[in-house]
């Protein structure tokens, strides 16, 4: 099989990131009703940081299997892992930027005393944090040594978004446990060395 | 350091963090991570040398297993703080309940009552026809209306199908546009339960009626018994009493909506024509409250309805005087004096709580309660109760006399604490001007003789005959108890040796060989009206498992309106806030806050829980009356054009979610009501609810949406046009 061209991976990523972006916006706007489009709005920016999220945990698994058979670049996977990861982040923090103003408004102190509010505001504030990381000319500034178990938080990042999803109000059960046991499958490729 | 090992360094010494401060919640985990990671990155940079020493694997094992010992320790600690911490205590019965619900079909409630006529709502998008079918030899199916956007309506009497004598769990079948679907339901059929006692002229015999089960009990002097099948739902029962049918027994029939005369000769049954709730017969006058959406009193005389009364509240007890007509309400909680022939003999008496039972004699009514307030809302302390016995003079209407109830006996564990006198039930006024009252909550009959300010005490616990509902004096200075939780009536001599005790459903022992879940409902049931040390129980705002109706001060933080017990099953989390994952958590407020339960019951968590559980909300008035099936259609549109159902989704009226008080109602209300988080109750039963929403300040439904949503977030209302408003009004308060 042909091997892609590295630098398109990202572009595959940030791509889904926008077209989601449009979608969610579109979806939104063609509620009558503000609290019905901020919702969707809410709901449609975490949906797709959620999904992306499961997808930036499973790129590295799936992509070292097809890199083992040649089909894909080890280092494309890695592109393709950091870009979904960056358009996670960046769809995280439009959630986050939502559900503040509109949907919570002026009551900020409720995020660390709502239990499914706070385990949001942490997973977004891991994906910040690697977020920033992401960039080597910041992280070589930043004289960062601990790379690897700061990126590990990823997986620390999924668990409190699905914690978040499962405990708040809208998100489908099966819909998180759906895209938790996808994840942990490919997570078991792992394995496969 | 490199690979795992550097991994390995974060997480134990972010332990070893955590374990000198250890916050039993994510945030305080990730802190001590973050903490960790940033310490380790330091001393990378500014010690390299210090990572230069390489261990063995088997150092680094030991080393690993002595850090992590403080964590684990501290962790096992704190783990049920950090499952509250989180909301993930009892997270299984939630997403059992919201996966229940999220899987279409979906009917709801989950529970089949063989007691009573129930409503059942199933969620089928796209589907045209809908019915349900218990399978078996001879399976009914029982055909669902249609109510538009995928919303069904299945009422069903568990009288038409073969329901199983025994069982927790029952197998029926959707039928969606003929298409099977399997669902386990959870099945109740309950015992007998023999409840208040009314006694013959002669105070001879006694009868009492059994809702559960459709049978009344005669019972005489000498514990001698006959049964009488009724019809469908009796809640009454009485002796005519009159000259021309001495011994005719009356029963009034909640769902068959009449009064059935039995015995005396002349059997006979009496349209009312609405929903009877409670009765009274003295001379020649039968005093009948019905509620329903227009609730009445029904005055008869010779078996002939001489007058109806509309009501504009919702009656619970009614009694008669030599005079007039007393009727108990909850909302306002209050007594209304009518004349006998049934015209309004002025204003209402308010007491500030409702009554929880009420008898009436020549000239008074006694009726108890859980506070008096004569001249406004009840005292607000936190949980307050106060049992008290009135004596209202009806002519003056007043309250002549009020004694307190809950008492001590050298028993008390600690000062303070209350053992006697708890939730006061039945109320009978003997011949001889003696007051016989039975205590749900503490298992002990007081007998005031006329006169006496003290009371003779007569314990119930050491007999078959705990929570007793009911004392009533018979002949010869004998009385009778029934105990609506053993099934149980016992007569006892004068001297309060119990002669005959008479099992109307089956013993513990019997139970417990048998039917362990029924012996489990028994026991929470004990537990619900079973009082505290601090004199308070389930009871005390929940009478008969409901709502008394009225705004308790909880936790001494808001005014927050009490909460009805029935149809509570597959609803979790549980209170106004969401704040309890599983009913049985109540027990360790009655630890924690009230000094503990009477008694020691082990397993009472679960039992509690079992049997509240166990109640099905109560029947929707329009299943007997007939609904308006074209204007609950439009209800529905209504209900889905002002978008309810993002929260209150089909079929349950509620997605099981909890909101913030600020988001739905503005931050000044929020902050008025206390209360960060709302959950999203269901919406069934809503029309047998008021007041409404958490502090009850929305007294009407219309209100709901007219006055107190002032962020507009409470549906999209305004997409209604009046007419929209009115049928979306009318679909609610027939849920």
């Known amino acids: 099989m042909k091997t892609r061209p590295p630098r398109r991976a990202p572009w595959v990523a940030y791509g889904l990131g926008v077209v989601a972006l449009g979608g969610v916006a579109a979806l939104g706007l063609s509620a009558p009703w503000d609290f019905e489009r901020q919702l969707l709005w809410i709901r449609g920016t975490a949906w797709s940081a959620f999904i992306g999220l499961a997808l930036t945990l499973c790129v590295s698994p799936v992509g070292r299997v097809l890199a083992k058979r040649k089909w894909f670049k080890r280092a494309s996977v890695d592109r393709l892992r950091r870009a979904f990861g960056i358009t996670t982040a960046a769809l995280a923090t439009a959630h986050a930027a939502l559900g503040l103003t509109t949907y919570l408004g002026d009551s900020w102190h409720l995020l660390l005393e709502l239990a499914w509010v706070r385990s949001g505001l942490l997973a977004w504030s891991v994906l910040l944090a690697l977020w920033l990381t992401s960039y080597p000319a910041l992280v070589k500034r930043l004289r960062i040594k601990l790379w690897k178990p700061l990126h590990r938080l990823a997986f620390v990042a999924f668990a409190l978004a699905a914690h978040h999803a499962l405990i708040s109000p809208f998100a489908p059960r099966d819909w998180v446990f759906g895209t938790v046991a996808v994840v942990a499958a490919v997570a078991l490729l792992r394995a496969v060395r | ?735």
């Open chain 2, 1 to 735: 350091m490199r690979g795992w090992r550097s991994q390995l360094a974060v997480i134990l010494l972010a332990g070893a963090l955590w374990s000198l401060y250890p916050k039993a919640n994510a945030l305080g985990l990730l802190s001590a991570y973050a903490l960790a990671w940033l310490i380790l990155s330091a001393a990378r940079a500014l010690l390299p040398g210090l990572f230069a020493v390489e261990l063995t694997s088997t150092q680094t094992v030991l080393i690993s297993l002595i850090v992590a010992v403080p964590p684990l320790a501290r962790a096992t600690e704190l783990r049920s703080r950090f499952l509250v911490g989180e909301h993930l205590e009892g997270f299984e019965h939630q997403l059992d309940s919201r996966r229940w619900l999220e899987q279409t079909p979906a009917i709801f409630p989950p529970l089949i009552s063989a007691d009573r006529p129930q409503t059942f709502y199933v969620h089928a998008p796209e589907a045209s026809e809908v019915s349900l079918r218990v399978p078996g030899p001879d399976a009914i199916s029982v055909e669902a209306t249609s109510l538009g956007r995928g919303l069904f309506r299945l009422e069903i009497d568990p009288r038409e199908l073969e329901l199983p004598a025994r069982a927790e769990r029952l197998d029926i079948e959707l039928l969606v546009d003929g298409r099977p679907h399997a669902r386990e339901m959870r099945f109740e059929r309950r015992l007998p339960h023999p409840r208040w006692l009314r006694p013959s002229a002669e105070r001879s015999h006694v009868v009492a009626v059994s809702e559960e089960t459709d049978t009344a009990y005669l019972i005489d002097r000498d514990a001698r018994t006959e049964t009488i099948a009724t019809g469908d739902g009796p809640v009454d029962a009485w002796f005519e009493g009159d000259a021309a049918h001495p011994d005719a027994i009356v029963i009034a029939h909640r769902y068959d909506q009449n009064l059935s005369y039995v015995g005396g000769g002349r059997d006979q049954t009496l349209d009312l024509g609405c929903p009877p709730v409670r009765m009274a017969i003295r001379g020649d006058t039968t005093a009948v409250v019905c509620e329903g959406e227009t609730p009445e009193l029904v005055v008869l005389r010779a078996r002939e309805i001489r007058r109806r009364v509309t009501l504009d509240y919702v009656p619970q007890w009614v009694a008669l005087t030599a005079a007039h007509i007393v009727v108990s309400s909850a909302v306002p909680a209050a007594l209304h004096r009518y004349e006998r022939d049934g015209s309004p003999s002025g204003p209402p008496l308010q007491l500030g709580r409702p009554p929880v039972t009420m008898a009436g004699d020549d000239t008074t009514v006694h009726v108890a309660v859980t506070d008096l307030q004569l001249d406004g809302p009840p005292h607000l302390g936190n949980h307050f109760i106060r049992d008290q016995l009135l004596r209202v003079d009806v002519a003056s209407w007043r309250v002549s006399h009020a004694r307190l109830t809950a008492d001590r006996t050298p028993r008390q564990g600690a000062p303070g604490d209350l053992d006697r006198g708890i939730s006061p039930m039945g109320i009978d006024l003997a011949p001889d001007g003696a007051l016989w009252v039975a205590f749900a909550g503490s298992d002990d009959v007081w007998r005031y003789a006329d006169g006496d300010t003290l009371p003779r005490r007569f314990e119930t616990e050491d007999h078959p005959l705990t929570t007793p509902i009911s004392a009533v004096a018979m002949s010869g200075g004998r009385f009778a108890v029934s105990s609506a939780t053993y099934g149980t009536v016992g007569v006892f001599s004068a001297d309060g040796e119990l002669m005959r005790l008479t099992r109307f459903a089956p013993g513990d022992d019997e139970l417990l060989s048998e039917d362990q879940h029924a012996l489990q409902l028994r026991i929470g049931e004990r537990g619900f009206f079973e009082g505290t040390r601090s004199g308070v129980s389930c009871q005390s705002c929940h009478p008969a498992e409901a709502s008394d109706q009225t705004v308790h001060n909880i936790g001494d933080t808001t005014l927050i309106a009490t909460l009805d017990t029935r149809g509570l099953y597959g609803t979790p989390p549980y209170l106004r806030d969401g704040g309890f994952p599983m009913v049985g958590s109540f027990d360790e407020l009655a630890d924690t806050l009230y000094r503990g339960f009477l008694r020691h019951q082990r397993g009472r968590r679960v039992s509690l829980d079992t049997y509240v559980t166990s109640l099905p909300r109560p029947t929707p008035y329009r299943q007997a009356t007939g609904r308006d099936d074209e204007r609950e259609r439009r209800g529905v549109e209504a209900f889905v054009t002002a978008r309810c159902p993002l929260c209150h989704a089909f079929p349950a009226f509620t997605n099981l979610s909890q909101h913030p008080a600020a988001v739905l109602f503005g931050p000044e209300q929020a902050a008025r009501l206390g209360s960060a988080e709302l959950d999203v109750p269901t919406l069934l039963g809503l029309g047998q609810s008021a007041p409404y929403l958490l502090d009850g300040r929305a007294e009407t439904l219309r209100s709901v949406f007219a006055d107190h949503d002032p962020a507009a977030r409470h549906g999209d209302i305004a997409a209604l046009d009046e007419r929209a408003l009115d049928d979306l009004i009318y679909l609610l308060e027939g849920l």
